[in-house]
C-alpha cells in the first residue's frame, strides 16, 4: 500500500499544550499533505511540504518532512478546544502515479480538553 | 463561490436500490474524485476523473459507476445497492498548481444500506 499511516492513532491533551503528530509512508513522493477533518464534515486542507523541503510553518502548525525516513510530523502549538478534529497526512505517491491522486491514512483523533 | 456541494447529504436505501449522488464544483477543476471512508479506515479512492468526458477506476470501482458529462458535476451512482456499500462518500476536485495539487472535499454524504 501507498498511503501513509498516522501514529498515534489517538491522542487527548489540554488546552495550551503541544500535539505532535507523525505521519509515515513507504514510496518516494513529491508532496505531503496534511488534512483535518472535524466529526461529520469533510476534509480541509491544511498544508503542503515538497520532497526538497524539511520544514514549513503555518500559523500555529509546524510540519516537519524527513524523506530519508519517510516520515513527517505534524506539531499545533498551543492547542486549543476547536483544533479537536480528526488529521490525516496524504502523499501523492511520486512519479508514474495518477496525477492529483492523494493516498490517505487513517488518520490521528485529537482530542483537546478545555 | 460554494465551492464542492454533494447532494444529498443522508440517504437511506434498501438492498438492491440504485440511487446517484451528485458533485458539484464551481472552481473550473478539471480534477474531481469520489472516495469513501469507513470507520477506523482512511478514504479510499472509488472512481476519478481527470476531465469532461474521462472516469477512471480507483481502488474499490465494484459495485459503483461514474459519469462527467459536464465538467462541473461527477456522477456517482449504485445500480444495486448493498449493506457493504454503508459508508460516508466524500467528493474532491483538484486545484493545480505548478506541478502540484491540493485537493477540495465536499461535505459528504452519509449512506446507509440495510
Known amino acids: 500500500s501507498q498511503q501513509g499511516e498516522e501514529d498515534p492513532q489517538a491522542l487527548s491533551i489540554q488546552e495550551g499544550e503541544n500535539a505532535t503528530m507523525n505521519c509515515s509512508y513507504k514510496t518516494s513522493i513529491n508532496n505531503l499533505q496534511w488534512y483535518r477533518q472535524n466529526s461529520g464534515r469533510g476534509l480541509v486542507h491544511l498544508i503542503l511540504?515538497?520532497?526538497?523541503?524539511r520544514e514549513k510553518h503555518s500559523g500555529r502548525l509546524r510540519v516537519t518532512l524527513d524523506t530519508s525516513k519517510k516520515s513527517s510530523s505534524l506539531l499545533i502549538t498551543a492547542s486549543r478546544a476547536a483544533d479537536t478534529a480528526s488529521y490525516f497526512c496524504a502523499t501523492d505517491g511520486g512519479r508514474g502515479s495518477t496525477l492529483g491522486r492523494l493516498y490517505f491514512g487513517r488518520g490521528t483523533q485529537l482530542t483537546v480538553w478545555p | 463561490n460554494a465551492g464542492v456541494t454533494q447532494t444529498p447529504k443522508f440517504r437511506v436505501l434498501k438492498t438492491g436500490q440504485s440511487m446517484t449522488l451528485l458533485c458539484a464544483q464551481d472552481?473550473?477543476?478539471?480534477?474531481m474524485y469520489w472516495y469513501r471512508q469507513d470507520p477506523g479506515m482512511g478514504l479510499r479512492l472509488i472512481h476519478y476523473s481527470v476531465g469532461e468526458g474521462t472516469t477512471a477506476k480507483g481502488e474499490v470501482p465494484d459495485g459503483y459507476n461514474v459519469s462527467r458529462l459536464k465538467k462541473q458535476n461527477f456522477l456517482l451512482g449504485l445500480e444495486s445497492a448493498a449493506p457493504s456499500q454503508t459508508s460516508v462518500y466524500f467528493c474532491?476536485?483538484?486545484?493545480?498548481?505548478?506541478?502540484?495539487?491540493?485537493?477540495?472535499f465536499g461535505p459528504g454524504t452519509r449512506l446507509t444500506v440495510t
Open positions: 474532491a476536485s483538484i486545484r493545480r498548481f505548478e506541478s502540484l495539487y491540493e485537493q477540495y
Open positions: 472552481m473550473n477543476h478539471e480534477y
Open positions: 511540504i515538497r520532497s526538497n523541503e
